[in-house]
């Protein structure tokens, strides 16, 4: 029999807020032992935002590449080569140098100026996605309209992956992120994901198109394996869609319950930006990111940690240290929030953050303008929240207007 | 007062140009570079404020 699912202290949410255990590990010692992460070694948990920003700039000291969180109860889970084979192109799973050739081959693709040439066309999609909410009449789920399948389309089309596969690869995304279950069926659906992504770059080698695959196959096709390639493109495959749509979901959801800021990103174009810096802050969907083995023994927070042991962030603990910011547990888009840890920070600083924001940025105000009466369509208290997922979301969100 | 950008730890995150796009930019790999030698008065704290959410380190004030 297989025992039910606990949630790691650092995943523990009230709604929006972290619950009050991790907000008082960060006021007090500031950093805890967690016993276990779903059946692998114990960790330390790290929740000041001081803290949390050292750690994470520091790949000397905290490395991503040695990590002991595949370990689990059972033994190891792979072979070493398999492991290899995975970890190939996961700039996630690299320390610099090899993170920096990886990652190097991607920043021209998410420059700030590729990003306003994507513009209109994230215009068109934001559009058309709210032309099918209207086509659907209310009530709508905002996040089977909407939320998911902006991001997802973007990413589909920036990569060179084909929409129509989205059923497939959105579902193994989803089994991949839930964290209650079992370790050996997420492996699993891992692997089905590099068989799909492996189809993917056979094609595009075979005729590489406009899009990054075809990029990376003209351009570095030389310095990449075939195994790397599947690795980069999974990546920003699952990272493109699983985030930013979790953002939109959350972020309408936090708007809608707070009716006068929601005003302000509707009718003043100049609040849009720090909105989406507050809500990325408030919200901090991502819970830890992935986990550090110390490299050398180091001491955070006044407390001295071995070598070899795994260090876990409270990314939403962090961004809601007072010691960051004032007030911290109120959502106030007027204040913009810059230097949050939402995107992380250090080498592995989300690739991706400007396309996050620049799509944020078009679809708040378009969603909220089309719909000026948006509102709940089920009682607030209803609404459910995706607890047991790597990256915090929305299962649901029905909305009428 | 005068910006250093090391190019070699730069990541490309693109925070500068965000936060004081008449001081950074990017070249076409996505690599920060500096607009202007002397950072002029009105530029100085969005140009301050860069160099402290740069995520690499890649920035450093050199004299005000």
């Known amino acids: ?36 992460l779903f059946g692998g070694p114990p960790a330390y948990l790290v929740t000041r935002y001081e803290d949390v920003r050292a750690v994470l700039s520091d790949a000397e000291h905290f490395s991503n590449a040695r990590t002991r969180s595949f370990e689990t109860e059972d033994g190891p889970q792979f072979t070493e080569d398999e492991l290899e084979q995975m970890r190939a192109g996961q700039m996630l799973a690299f320390d610099p140098p090899e993170h920096t050739r990886l990652r190097r081959m991607l920043t021209p693709e998410f420059t700030v100026r590729r990003m306003r040439r994507l513009e209109p066309r994230i215009v068109e ?27 997802s389309l973007v990413i589909c089309e920036l990569l060179g992956v084909p929409y129509a596969d989205r059923g497939e690869f959105q579902q193994r995304t989803g089994r991949l992120l839930d964290v209650s279950l079992p370790m050996k069926e997420r492996i699993a659906v891992s692997r089905e994901n590099r068989k799909y992504m492996a189809r993917l770059v056979e094609g595009a080698k075979a005729a590489p ?33 699983e985030t930013t749509s979790n953002m939109l979901g959350l972020g309408t959801l936090a708007l809608l319950r707070h009716p006068d800021q929601l005003k302000r990103v509707r009718d003043e174009p100049d609040m849009v930006s720090p909105a989406v810096e507050e809500l990325l802050r408030w919200i901090s969907i991502v819970h830890s990111g992935v986990p550090r083995t110390t490299t050398t023994e180091v001491e955070i927070a006044g407390q001295t940690i071995p070598a070899g042991e795994l260090v876990v962030l409270a990314l939403p603990a962090a961004n809601r240290d007072p010691s960051f910011i004032e007030d911290p547990e109120r959502l106030d888009i007027g204040r913009g929030a810059p230097g949050h840890v939402a995107f992380g920070h250090g080498v592995h600083h989300c690739l991706g953050a400007p396309l996050a924001r620049m799509e944020m940025h078009i679809a708040f105000p378009a969603l909220l303008r089309r719909f000026p009466d948006l509102a709940l369509a089920v009682p607030d208290d209803q609404v459910d929240f995706h607890t047991f997922n790597a990256i915090y979301g929305l299962r649901s969100l029905p909305v009428t207007w | 007062m005068k910006i250093a950008a090391d190019r070699g730890t730069c990541i490309g995150a693109g925070m500068c140009v965000l936060t004081a796009p008449a001081v950074y930019d ?9 607009l202007v030698e002397d950072v002029p008065p009105q530029d100085a704290e969005a140009a301050r404020q860069a160099v402290a959410l740069c995520p690499s380190g890649a920035l450093r004030v050199l004299e005000d």
């Open chain 2, 26 to 34: 990017q070249d076409d790999d996505g690599i920060v570079e500096l």
């Open chain 1, 209 to 241: 198109g406009e899009d990054m695959l075809g990029m990376l196959i003209r351009e570095h096709g030389d310095d990449l394996s075939n195994d790397e390639l599947i690795g980069v493109a999974s990546l920003l495959l699952i990272a493109g869609h």
């Open chain 1, 1 to 36: 029999m297989t025992e039910a699912p606990v949630l790691p202290l650092h995943m523990q949410r009230d709604q929006f807020d972290p619950v009050d255990e991790l907000g008082r590990t960060r006021d007090s010692g500031g950093i805890t032992m967690v016993p276990s």
């Open chain 1, 125 to 151: 999609i934001v559009e058309s996605a709210l032309d099918d909410m209207e086509r659907a009449g209310k009530p709508v789920d905002l996040v089977s309209t909407f939320a998911l399948p902006i991001p």
